[in-house]
């Protein structure tokens, strides 16, 4: 018997009525101004902004794609984001010098900095299909909460998707976290449809995941949880059948979803070669035990499950960590609960906790609970044992999951535009909405009023969490600034950019006596978490006067 909750294709009477408050025409236009907002934030943040650490790697891994249809660069990573880059990419149509040879890091910058491209324009081709794509995804959002509980929790889930400074910040770049963990949701949304219908939509279920699948491999661990909700909804859709008929149906429903995810992998490597032709250029860790035996068995392609071998070896690198002023090498199992605590604007926190009680206490929400927090649970547990603690953007499917369930507290019986809930919810928009746009257009480093806000974020964490080499252009233009021109510079800079391509003569204060370093020190602050040694000493006896984008501090010496 279907739910009282299943509102596909038509919605439980008190849930219509509320609905008919709101004007036919209203939804929609609220809808565009929200996702217009957020297009806007992201695309100035896109022009701003020079290349991320990670970027000018995908970006160049993007043209080898389109020129040389090999899958040699950038093997840890599946194709699919790539793709989606190249798209942009293709667009620019940039110089390609195909005789170059270095690795990933080398061919990108060689790409945006030494084959007499602009990397202005460049970096915001490769950026804009990232840009349409989490618009997309925000359309997911909206449908997914107003199908939960009515229009009002649409708006209101898809106000906070819109506000979210991680989603705007991440969203704007030419990176592949955004649009992996999109996928997941809109696989997750695909088989709550297929609770009523499940033949097409668990098929097109199975084609999201295989999209987040070959986006980034820090998906895998959705796969064992979607394949389940894929057989308790193609249960739920034939319960009436007979118990044994339900549970084969609810079995190949699963199976089904399996096998189109893996289909889709595979049909993305051959889309970038025909001919799956793999020679990896860097040497692939041999990985022993149980991880490489798992790995073995993947039926995925062979570039894949290198690249599964990669990553695994990352995660026994010693990376080093920054949190709340303390700087560890290797990782702490609540770095991402914190990050989120501090990058998450406050009414945004309230109303996840709300949204996530709701769908567990609410009868009518409770079948829903499975879907929105069992793969949000589960991937950031996973991304919580990971060794890498550089930011929010591991855990990025939280703000899409949870405002899905946040939307359902304005969809709860009391409900009514005159009263109850759907106020609550809307002055707690209204601060987010406020604590997101008076941090433009410096989404990275944002974090909430709680502590202090972006210009303190660096205080307490560090990396694509507040500095990711985004600011360099920035800081020329303060630097050719009146107060600042014809001094002596020196410069630590983290990120991939070519500071000397933007005008910046600097030199490194690490290399000289400290003695011998006047003027200008700046220093991103990334670099400055992480200091020992000769930086720490001169950043300790220097004084700060200035801050560019709250990601570059400048020093007077």
């Not at 989120?340 to 829903?368: E, F, I």
Request: proline share 7%; glycine share 8%; net charge positive.
């Amino acid at each position: 018997m279907a739910s009282e909750l299943d509102t596909r294709p038509s919605a439980p009477a008190g849930e219509r009525a509320r609905a008919r408050r709101l004007p036919a025409w209203l939804v929609p236009l609220l809808a565009v101004l929200l996702l217009a907002q957020m297009a806007v934030a992201m695309v100035t943040t896109a022009v701003r902004q020079t290349p991320t650490i990670d970027e000018p790697v995908y970006v160049g891994t993007a043209a080898v794609y389109l020129h040389e249809h090999s899958l040699r660069l950038n093997p840890e990573h599946p194709p699919l984001g790539k793709l989606v880059v190249a798209a942009g990419v293709a667009l620019a149509d940039p110089r390609y010098d195909a005789a170059f040879e270095g690795d990933q890091g080398e061919v990108g910058r060689h790409l945006l900095y030494e084959s007499g491209n602009d990397p202005w324009r460049l970096m915001l081709f490769a950026r804009l299909p990232v840009i349409v794509l989490t618009l997309l995804f925000g359309l997911v959002v909206l449908v997914f909460a107003r199908e939960l509980a009515g229009a009002v929790a649409g708006l209101t889930a898809l106000a906070l998707y819109c506000f979210s400074p991680d989603l705007i910040a991440h969203g704007s770049l030419a990176t592949l976290d955004v649009p992996a963990a999109g996928f997941v949701l809109t696989a997750v949304w695909l088989l709550w449809r297929a609770r009523l219908r499940p033949r097409p939509y668990v098929a097109l279920a199975g084609v999201a995941l295989g999209a987040a699948l070959a986006t980034k491999m820090s998906t895998l661990p959705a796969v064992p949880v979607l394949m389940g909700l894929a057989a308790v909804s193609v249960w739920h859709a034939t319960g009436g059948a007979g118990r044994r008929i339900a549970a084969r149906r609810a079995l190949a429903g699963a199976a089904v979803v399996a096998v189109i995810a893996v289909a889709v992998v595979w049909v993305t490597y051959l889309m970038v070669d025909p001919r799956l032709r793999w020679d990896p250029e860097q040497p692939v860790p041999v990985v022993r035990g149980l991880r490489g035996a798992a790995v073995q068995l993947m039926p995925f392609p062979e570039a894949y499950r290198d690249g599964m071998r990669i990553q695994f070896a990352f995660e026994n690198h010693p990376w080093q960590g920054f949190l709340f002023g303390r700087l560890y090498t290797g990782s702490l199992w609540y770095y991402l609960p914190a990050a989120l605590l501090v990058k998450t604007p406050l009414g945004m926190l309230a109303l996840w906790v709300a949204g996530a009680v709701a769908v567990v206490a609410v009868r009518r929400l409770r079948p829903a609970a499975p879907y929105l927090l069992v793969p949000a649970g589960l991937l950031l547990a996973v991304a919580m044992q990971g060794s890498r603690d550089f930011g929010t953007r591991y855990a990025v499917f939280v703000p899409m999951f949870l405002a899905v369930a946040a939307g359902c507290v304005a969809g709860l019986r009391g409900g009514r535009l005159r009263g109850g809930p759907v106020w609550v919810a809307a002055a707690l928009v209204g601060f987010v909405a406020v604590s997101s746009l008076r941090t433009f257009p410096y989404y990275l480093p944002y974090s909430n009023e709680a502590f202090g806000g972006p210009a303190k974020t660096h205080l307490r964490l560090h990396d694509a969490a507040v500095d990711w080499g985004q600011d360099l252009g920035a800081l020329a233009d303060r630097l050719e600034e009146e107060r600042y021109r014809g001094e002596r510079v020196w410069l630590v800079y983290k990120g991939s950019g070519v500071p000397s391509y933007y005008g910046i003569e600097a030199a490194d204060p690490r290399k000289v006596p400290a003695g011998e370093v006047r003027g200008l020190l700046v220093v991103s602050d990334s670099a400055a978490a992480k200091a020992t040694g000769r930086l720490a000493e001169l950043i300790d006896s220097s004084r700060p006067i200035d801050t560019v984008g709250h990601s570059i501090t400048i020093y007077r010496r």
